[in-house]
Nanobody, 126 residues
């Protein structure tokens, strides 16, 4: 069983930046894609960004396009989410996810992913 470990969350003022990291607990881990989702209290889990290992394709949710950047470090087997120009509405628990079994589409849905991290809290104050 592989665990995904997120880090980098915290409290930041509106307009600030944070960088989240996600790494698997096992070094010999291979995924077709990895993604970030977020969930605010009382709301459904929302797609934030995804990156595919083949071709480096990236996809973003409409609410973060142009502000957030997903990237990966192959040597460290780590995925990052750089979040700039943060807004209070970005406040949520952010989850890392990994797709082990290839699925059609762009990885925008919760059920496109096989493994999930425990989540890291991001709070943006106004």
């Amino acid at each position: 069983q592989v665990q995904l470990v997120e880090s980098g969350g915290g409290l930041v003022q509106a307009g600030g930046s944070l960088r989240l990291s996600c790494a698997p607990s096992r070094r010999t881990f291979s995924a077709y894609a990895m993604a970030w989702f977020r969930q605010a209290p009382g709301k459904e889990r929302e797609f934030v960004a995804a990156i595919y290992w083949s071709g480096d394709s990236t996809y973003y949710g409409d609410s973060v396009e142009g502000r957030f950047t997903i990237s990966r470090d192959n040597a460290k087997n780590t995925v990052y989410l750089q979040m700039n120009s943060l807004k209070p509405e970005d406040t949520a628990v952010y989850y890392c996810a990994a797709q082990i079994s290839l699925r059609p589409g762009y990885g925008l849905r919760v059920y496109d992913y096989d493994y999930w991290g425990q989540g890291t809290q991001v709070t943006v104050s106004s």
